[in-house]
Antibody
Framework: EVQLVESGGGLVKPGGSLRLSCAAS????????MDWVRQAPGKGLEWVSF????????YYADSVKGRFSISRDNAKNSLYLQMNSLRAEDTAVYYC?????????????????WGQGTLVTVSS | SYELTQPLSVSVALGQTASITCGGN??????VHWYQQKPGQAPVLVIY???NRPSGIPERFSGSNSGNTATLTISRAQAGDEADYYC?????????FGGGTKLTVL
């Protein structure tokens, strides 16, 4: 069974840092790109970041560029999101999702499946 | 930046057909994907590349895309179809989601 399990969420003060992890199982992790998507409480989905299968292509949403860093360890079947300089508006459930494309996204790729998410709360 | 516009809410009578639109400039030239999200759950892919259904998604779900509007159609709506629905496209090195539509089955 394909499974994605996020961890690392929690309460952090503004300006603080947090590292999210996403453990993948049930598929060949190294041949798929991955994405992080977040959802603020009561709000819609917001794409955060993309990383290709070999980490050759990385993209960020403007809202997190320069503060967040995506990475992966194919040997450990794991995806990461390092979040620095956190703000109250970063409060959200963070989902990792498998991206069907191995390389640079062209739009004809999609997300399937998604993990259950991990909640990040930025508050003093 | 590219914007996708969805109605905030759509209502449909049990057993009838619901249509959820996703508007965007020349969206017909892009691949549109649709996700269903039920309360407290992660999103689930229901349509990819405009009109393709993943395995396990009922045939009642269909999609189309032309001009400035993509549409998700749910035929013979069931109570279990109540959820938020999001459209998605890729534009200028960024994934873009619509604001989401809450489907209510009456």
């Amino acid at each position: 069974e394909v499974q994605l399990v996020e961890s690392g969420g929690g309460l952090v003060k503004p300006g603080g840092s947090l590292r999210l992890s996403c453990a993948a199982s049930g598929f060949t992790f190294s041949i798929y790109s991955m994405d992080w998507v977040r959802q603020a409480p009561g709000k819609g989905l917001e794409w955060v970041s993309f990383i290709s299968s070999s980490s050759s292509y990385i993209y960020y949403a403007d809202s997190v560029k320069g503060r967040f860093s995506i990475s992966r360890d194919n040997a450990k079947n794991s995806l990461y999101l390092q979040m620095n300089s956190l703000r109250a508006e970063d409060t959200a459930v963070y989902y990792c999702a498998r991206d069907i494309s191995p390389g640079a996204p062209r739009g004809d790729n999609w997300f399937d499946p998604w993990g259950q998410g991990t909640l990040v709360t930025v508050s003093s | 930046s590219y914007e996708l516009t969805q109605p905030l809410s759509v209502s449909v009578a049990l057993g009838q057909t619901a249509s959820i639109t996703c508007g965007g400039n020349n969206i017909g030239s892009k691949n549109v994907h649709w996700y269903q999200q039920k309360p407290g759950q992660a999103p689930v892919l229901v349509i990819y590349r405009d009109s393709n259904r993943p395995s396990g998604i009922p045939e009642r779900f269909s999609g189309s895309n032309s001009g400035n509007t993509a549409t998700l159609t749910i035929s013979r709506a069931q109570a279990g179809d109540e959820a938020d629905y999001y459209c998605q496209v890729w534009d200028s090195s960024s994934w873009v989601f619509g604001g989401g539509t809450k489907l209510t089955v009456l």
